[in-house]
């Protein structure tokens, strides 16, 4: 068995994100049509620790920059 992970080192694993996809059919049910931003970790950790101490961000308000940010329908 191997050596576990630390909590930064799960950060840091990005595998293949951010990723820009279109929804699917089960998913438009729910979310609508589009495409659907898949972040990075460390991308959502940056968005959090940009806020200033004492403030509030929502994830609703995360979602909006992130799809933003990569050209998508929604995050």
Known sequence: MGKRKTAREK????????RVEVVTDKMG????????VIPAPMEVDAIM???????LITINHIREILARRHNASFG
């Open 11 to 18: 950060l840091a694993d990005s595998k293949d994100l951010p």
């Open 49 to 55: 620790r940009s806020v200033p101490r004492g403030r």
């Open 29 to 36: 049910q729910k979310w609508g049509s589009g495409t659907v």
